[in-house]
């Protein structure tokens, strides 16, 4: 095949698509005014914004009132997480339990929560990627303040037992919440079926902006103010509104829960295609239970590689992937979600994550499939770790 360009890095952002554009253009050029205002400038500014919300608020099957625009997923697992424990911390309750493959939106949250005082239970992730029940269950103490549980995760694509959890945590009286920003407009939600009372989400994750996302949270959840100031976001998130990015990030939403059907049918298909074609490199491993994953998720270990060279080799080719370990203070740690899915550090180095949008082709499929075993074969006739594995010493 000749070279084609193939952007498989979807789960790490995602190009806008073009209807997102067009609805976001006339609130930069015609209708800029400040939705404070009341002068009609403003005013027109001010009901696109109410659209917004309560398009938001019924992909979720939330009441508007309950969503609240953030600057993205960050800032509303941080608002989220913070903003419920310092509130229960008032009652006592100072405990809070979440997983070990968490996104460090939530990771380093907790880390700072932990300096603070509180105390947090991360719990254990099994192989098949996935938080079970009965363990959330059985950490929930009388001084539990909440449950934060990712939907699916960022590198493995796994989808967790969400309702499940919430119906744990309701029962045992607990707040839950869930950074969904990678299941947003790929999975059905229902934040009142799912129990869910908090849920973080971004835009740039489906088709919609950077620099925008939401926090729903239940009526009822006492949410401390983020951003002191004005009385937007309820008073809650001073400042004056990204009006073109909310719009878009509705936009860009509704779209996404409007063909979530079709697009889990396609994109499933060709993301099991693509792991069976990787699986016949041998010493390949996928990585996450292959069923209840994001149906655009593909991840794999290849041994006696690094991820970085095959990324590398990889975007020579034109295809952009993803590899799990980030190089921090000049030495290479694997991804903690490999790590805490128990994979020795030497597989977990050799990852790449591919994921998939609907703007990806069965044609790119066949591209991947016909570069990746080339490039694995020529990086292992390139390394002492590979000649070690095939004759046997590890
Ligand atoms: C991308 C991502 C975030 C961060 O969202 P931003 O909008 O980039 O701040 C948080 N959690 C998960 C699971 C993500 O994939």
């Known amino acids: 095949m000749t070279k084609r360009f193939v952007y498989a890095d979807n789960a790490a952002t995602t190009q806008v698509s073009q209807h997102v554009v067009d609805a976001m253009l006339p609130y930069f050029t015609k209708y800029y005014g400040n939705p404070s205002s009341l002068y009609s400038v403003g005013r027109e500014a001010k009901?696109?914004?109410?659209?917004?919300?309560?398009?938001?608020?019924?992909?979720l099957g939330a009441l508007p009132q309950e969503i609240y625009f953030t600057s993205g997923g960050s800032e509303a697992d941080n608002w989220a997480i913070k903003g419920v424990a310092h509130e229960m911390a008032k009652k006592g309750k100072k405990h809070i339990i979440s997983s070990k493959f968490e996104h460090h939106a939530v990771l380093h949250t907790l880390d700072t929560l932990q300096k603070e005082g509180f105390e947090v239970t991360l719990l254990d992730v099994y192989h098949d990627g996935l938080v079970r029940v009965e363990d959330v269950e059985k950490a929930i103490?009388?001084?539990?303040?909440?449950?934060?549980?990712?939907?699916?995760?960022?590198?493995?694509?796994?989808?967790?037992?969400?309702?499940?959890?919430?119906?744990?945590?309701?029962?045992?009286?607990?707040?839950?919440?869930?950074?969904?920003?990678?299941?947003?407009?790929?999975?059905?939600?229902?934040?009142?079926?799912?129990?869910?009372?908090?849920?973080?989400?971004?835009?740039?994750?489906?088709?919609?902006?950077?620099?925008?996302?939401?926090?729903?949270?239940?009526?009822?959840?006492?949410?401390?103010?983020?951003i002191?100031?004005?009385?937007?976001?309820?008073?809650?998130?001073?400042?004056?509104?990204?009006?073109?990015?909310?719009?878009?990030?509705?936009?860009?939403?509704?779209?996404?829960?409007?063909?979530?059907?079709?697009?889990?049918?396609?994109?499933?298909?060709?993301?099991?295609?693509?792991i069976e074609g990787a699986s016949k490199i041998e010493r390949s491993h996928l990585n996450g239970d292959p069923v209840?994953?994001?149906p655009g998720n593909f991840n794999m270990c290849f041994e006696g590689i690094e991820g970085e060279s095959l990324l590398l080799k990889l975007d020579f080719a034109g295809i952009c992937g993803s590899s799990g370990s980030a190089c921090t203070s000049g030495s290479l740690d694997p991804s903690h979600v490999l790590l805490a899915i128990g994979l020795p550090h030497e597989i977990a180095h050799g990852s790449l994550r591919l994921s998939f949008s609907d703007q990806n082709t069965e044609e790119d499929v066949d591209y991947i499939l016909e570069q990746l075993p080339q490039i694995v074969s020529s990086l292992r006739s390139m390394s002492p770790l590979w000649d070690e594995i095939i004759n046997g010493k590890k």
Do not use: W
């Open 47 to 59: 009901k696109p914004l109410e659209e917004a919300r309560a398009r938001v608020a019924e992909c």
């Open 141 to 226: 103490r009388p001084d539990t303040a909440l449950v934060t549980i990712m939907y699916a995760n960022n590198e493995i694509g796994t989808i967790q037992p969400i309702p499940d959890i919430g119906a744990v945590c309701k029962k045992h009286g607990v707040l839950f919440h869930t950074d969904a920003v990678q299941a947003v407009g790929n999975v059905e939600i229902d934040v009142k079926a799912q129990n869910i009372d908090l849920l973080s989400l971004s835009g740039h994750k489906f088709h919609g902006p950077k620099g925008v996302g939401a926090l729903y949270c239940r009526k009822g959840i006492r949410l401390p103010n983020l």
């Open 228 to 274: 002191d100031g004005g009385a937007q976001e309820r008073g809650k998130r001073a400042g004056t509104e990204n009006v073109p990015g909310i719009v878009g990030l509705s936009v860009a939403l509704k779209d996404a829960c409007d063909t979530i059907e079709e697009r889990r049918e396609r994109l499933t298909k060709m993301r099991d295609r693509l």
């Open 292 to 294: 209840k994953r994001l």
